[in-house]
């Protein structure tokens, strides 16, 4: 969480600050800051409360003059948003200003001893007590800003990403990584540095993503160097190409990121699907499972971690795994598994899926796995984060940038790389025939058509989410590969809108949850015509003799639910185990919807961030 963005060079700071931080405003926005140093070194701080838009408006009544500058948009860890908690921090002899995303684990004890020293902290922020940490050292070591920052950073335990300047010298930027992701943009005599790619597009496609324990020394010109923290011996530099264009970072015509995002599922699936299916659909190619068949012959248990919408792709997978592969699957919370004590051995293989590719608990649990032996296979979206260089493989989803903060095309790039996945390990394991290899990929290389198709349903689930804006709760039921499902329709539900959603197996809610309707609690069932389709019949007629008004999802041309349902939602029919792709549609449509109908902010929802690189 956090977004930070730097430039140095010859045009005026600013105005690439504020565009930058509106480029990273899905990673944070509860505050944000700049800092410029203008030609006389002097540092020209603005902070505020609030969005980016209220930084601009503030920032620009006063000085916003420097051609070197760094900006934060904040998720708050420690201390509330306000403006004081707001970055930049600058330490207490006001000469050094600082930008951090991550949290400093020992920042306690570091502030006692400050202290002790006479110094005195204006926020709660773990982020002022770097600052001046830097300020303590350079001043009691008398050394270069570069020589305390690396000082500094050996005392500190935990993440960071941090961009430094300093008062009087307008001609240095310093930045340094541990855990947090931080990119350097290489530009003709202008350097750019940010938390993800995206403030740097436009400007340059030359970048460094800067390693765990480097810092790098970025001089006006373009000079740089880049040295590890630890050792402080300089290390090569590594400069790629990138390939995101504009196009993809803006609305498209869409009032909102997350419309555009659920309404370009059809292509961002052709793409993530692209090349990985052969012509007659007999094979199907990843090459992180080709360079590693040895891993996949032998391994004898799959396990899956992530967190929140990645989960319930996870779950989707474990079904998908073991139809096809018939080797024993968990799925674990990335936040449990890490701290649970895990059995396992060079025999496991574990799979963390991430859309980000930067979350803490999914990394952490990365790090554990390979500790342990086991092999480590990324599913991501975000090309080049943390996660796809910390695994020993991967497939990425190649669904673009994703940035409404409810997950939508990564939630259907994930499951329709982990249907690859499945298919893939199970024709290399001999399990799963060549007959069902093709008629499943062919029913997946169709699901892009089948996903248009599916978008059809927009004005009547409009409609529906009129009826249902004002509910207060929600149930969302599932049976077999739709349980996630309908896990994954309550939480967008939840995230956006702010009503409260529970998503449940169909069958398990006459253990409880039954107890909960009435006419006041409406149910949303998915029930395509699979083989659980009776038993799912059965269930919505329980909430229908209590009262409760049901809105199923239900195949095309099946008209069995008309009498049971209030409101039935057609998709087109498909194999059970591609259904998740198709009936999560309309639930993200009516979740959006609800949330626009409250008039909420559905790209950037309270106490929410994109990126989640805390614990
Ligand atoms: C929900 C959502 C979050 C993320 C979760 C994991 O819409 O976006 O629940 O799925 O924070 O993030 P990644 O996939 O980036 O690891």
Known sequence: ?????????????????????????????????????????????????????????????????????????????????????????????????????????????????????????????????????????????????????????????????????????PDTLIVARKSSPLVIGVGEGETFIASDATPIIGYTDRVIYLKDNEMAIIKRGGDLS??????????????????????????????????????????????CLRGRITDDCSRVVLAGVEMHKDVFLKAKRITLVACGTSWHAALIGKRLIQDFCRIPVEVEY???????????????????????GETADTLAAIELAKEKGAFVYGVC????????????????????????????????????????????????????????????????????????ETLKCDPEVKNISRIFTYAHNFLYLGRGYNYPTALEGA??????????AEGYPAAEMKHGPIALIDQEMPSVIIAPSDYLYDKIISNVQQVKSRGGAVVAIVSKGNTAMNDIADYCIEIPAVPACLTPLVASIPLQLMAYYIAVNKGKDVDQPRNLAKSVTVE
């Open 334 to 356: 990335a936040s449990e598994f890490r701290y649970g004590n895990p059995v396992l051995d060079s025999d496991d293989v574990v799979i963390a899926i991430s859309q980000s």
């Open 226 to 271: 880049i040295r590890n923290v630890k050792s402080s011996t300089p290390t090569q530099i590594d400069i790629q190409q990138l390939k995101l264009s504009l196009a993809q970072l803006e609305k498209g015509g869409y009032d909102t990121f997350m419309l555009k995002e659920i309404f370009e599922q059809p292509s961002t699936l052709r793409d």
């Open 491 to 500: 939480l967008k539900l939840k995230e956006i809108s702010y009503i409260h």
């Open 381 to 452: 979206n975000v090309v080049g984060a943390s996660i796809p260089r910390a695994t020993d493989s991967g497939t990425y989803i190649h669904v673009g940038p994703e940035i409404g903060v409810a997950s939508t095309k990564a939630f259907t790039g994930q499951v329709t790389v982990l249907t690859l996945l499945a298919l893939a390990i199970g024709q290399l394991r001999g399990v799963t025939d060549k007959d069902t290899v093709r008629s499943v990929a062919s029913a997946l290389r169709e699901i892009p058509d089948v996903i248009e």
């Open 1 to 169: 969480m956090c977004g930070i963005v730097g430039y140095i060079g010859p045009k005026g700071a600013f105005d690439i600050l504020i565009q930058g931080l509106k480029r990273l405003e899905y990673r944070g926005y509860d505050s944000a800051g700049v800092a410029m140093v203008d030609a006389d070194g002097k540092i020209n701080v603005h902070k505020s409360r609030g969005k980016v838009a209220n930084l601009e408006r503030v920032a620009r009544a006063g000085d916003t003059s420097g051609s070197l500058g760094i900006a934060h948009t904040r998720w708050a860890t420690h201390g509330e948003p306000n403006d004081i908690n707001a970055h930049p921090h600058v330490s207490q002899s006001g000469e050094i200003a600082l930008v951090h995303n991550g949290t400093i684990e020992n920042y306690a004890v570091l502030k006692q001893a400050l202290e002790k020293h006479g110094y005195t902290f204006k926020s709660e922020t773990d982020t002022e007590v770097l600052v001046q940490l830097i300020d303590y050292v350079k001043h009691h070591n008398q050394c270069t800003l570069q020589e305390a920052v690396r000082e500094a950073l050996l005392q500190v335990d935990g993440a960071y990403a941090i961009a430094v300047v300093e008062k009087g010298d």
